[in-house]
């Protein structure tokens, strides 16, 4: 069980957006080659991101994508699960109520000790991603990877 | 994503064994009836549990399985463990080294920060599961739980 390689991709691309100045906008063709990523598929996940509320697509010659808002308001979790949905992981079958001796439908009114457990669990999974912010990554990032990333938007003719 | 379905049903038939007294074990045929699975893909299931040392096989006319520790010493995270693997659900590719200006070798001696989060979310999740054993389980199921798997197992004529 893997999550999407689209995630790693629309986390990495949300970061990179953050480094813009405000009014400027960067093409998916552009991050492509930055992260060194497939153009077309690409382009699908920042659809995702769009479609999330997460980005916004610019038209137009000085066109491409940006932020819908400010890195503070963006979580790791939002872009997770622009990417990823937000099915439970765990998906109980509800097994106790086959065979020979089942559960009633009035015994299975809460989840089993087994499927809570399981949806604890991803709470505090979708709890931790819920804690991080674009801007935390930001502020986190090594003095390298920000001066890359904003020495090489520098040097774009266009974006 | 998705864990497979055999998490649901390796944790069920964890729970179910813990109910057997000391001695007895249960087919794997009989714990595909119970829970109404397919035998042939339960088997499978229950085996990766012998595998990992979680369940022991008994062969012989009143062979079976029984769990191979006290259930106060299997955790939910070990059973989740042994049929899902112990993978990271997040793949970090290095997109950061690719592209034309990407991070040297020495810059990614640590994982970055998006690494770190969706790690660090992981281990939230794994915590969780860890923190919980077949011994809870069996503690704080409904007694209509309990009594119905007390009783099929004490009207089977053989198991």
């Not at 000085?62 to 963006?74: N, Q, V």
């Amino acid at each position: 069980m893997f999550l999407p390689e689209g995630v790693e991709w629309a986390l990495h691309c949300g970061w990179l957006l953050s480094h813009l100045e405000p009014g400027e906008t960067l093409s998916s063709r552009r991050m492509a080659e930055f992260y060194g990523l497939p153009p077309a598929y690409l382009s699908k996940v920042l659809k995702s991101l769009v479609r999330a509320g997460l980005l916004e697509a610019v038209t137009g010659p000085r066109g491409g994508f940006r932020l819908a808002r400010a890195p503070e308001e963006i979580t790791v979790l939002e872009i997770v699960e622009a990417i990823e949905g937000r099915s439970p992981l765990f998906r109980c079958m509800e097994i106790r109520q086959r065979g020979p001796a089942p559960a009633t439908k009035s015994d299975c009114l809460r989840p089993c000790g087994i499927a809570a457990v399981m949806y604890q669990a991803e709470s505090a999974w979708r709890n931790t991603l819920r804690e991080t912010t674009i801007a935390d990554l930001a502020s986190h990032a090594s003095s390298g990877s920000t001066n890359r990333a904003r020495g090489w938007l520098r040097s774009l003719p266009e974006r």
